[in-house]
């Protein structure tokens, strides 16, 4: 899948750079180029849920939390733990997660990182920073959020009915979630989405929310009418 959105993608005073390794497609940006030390933790990463799965072949296809398991990988327990919260299937996590986890590997080497994986962000800066809504079935583009530093690290995760191949049971253009973790934001913006079928549900967006802990900020658009709760700022880019 091209992501073209990453050419313009390059947070000030930083180094940006591409991972890829089978269905996990990074874009990061540090301090400087970290590529062999993000391919190592994309590496680790990957072999720890690939070898839970081998285990437990139902967890890559699940809808519905999974059971607590004291022998997962700490990976694979966090999946698990957002899911049981937001009641969706682990695998809802698992860019956010993946995201999250290289983010905070690479901080050993750079005090400043951003990772992206396929839309779902970790971001750990210094500085505040902006990042793009880009609905394909809206005319509601050319907006973004600005991230304030007293917000990091924060994940910034979405979904979306009509973009990518992800299965969504809502019909919403765009789910963007504010959450301190990324693995959790990227299970509460399915967990969101699956609701969201006509521009009426925006209305019940405070009530959505409140049934999931932890959110910081939602914005929603579905057609042409967006809906925002908690602290979100939006921007013209």
Request: net charge neutral; aromatic share 6%.
């Amino acid at each position: 899948m091209e992501r073209s959105y990453r050419k313009i993608s390059n947070p000030k005073g930083l180094v940006s750079f591409e991972v890829t390794i089978k269905q996990t497609d990074l874009w990061i940006s540090a301090k400087r180029d970290l590529t062999n030390e993000a391919r190592d933790l994309v590496f680790e990463m990957r072999a720890h849920l690939e070898s839970y799965i081998l285990r437990h072949p139902r967890f890559r296809s699940t809808l519905l939390p999974w059971q607590e398991d004291p022998f997962a990988p700490p990976l694979v327990t966090e999946m698990i733990k957002a899911a049981q919260k937001l009641g969706v299937g682990p695998m809802a996590c698992i860019a956010g997660a993946i995201a999250e986890k290289v983010g905070e590997g690479l901080l050993r080497w750079s005090d400043e990182v951003v990772v992206e994986n396929g839309g779902d962000i970790y971001a750990n800066t210094k500085r505040p920073l902006i990042v793009g809504l880009l609905p394909q079935k809206s005319d509601l583009s050319g907006l973004g959020l600005k991230i304030e530093t007293s917000l990091m690290p924060l994940g910034i995760c979405s979904s979306s009915a009509t973009i990518g191949h992800s299965y969504s049971e809502g019909s919403a253009d765009l789910v963007t979630v504010l959450a301190k973790s990324a693995c959790y934001a990227d299970g509460a913006a399915t967990a969101i989405c699956n609701i969201m079928n006509t521009p009426r549900d925006l209305n019940l967006l405070n009530e959505i929310v409140a049934r999931f802990e932890g959110i910081i900020g939602v914005v929603v658009i579905v057609g042409n009418t967006m809906g925002c709760w908690g602290n979100v700022k939006l921007i013209k880019l």
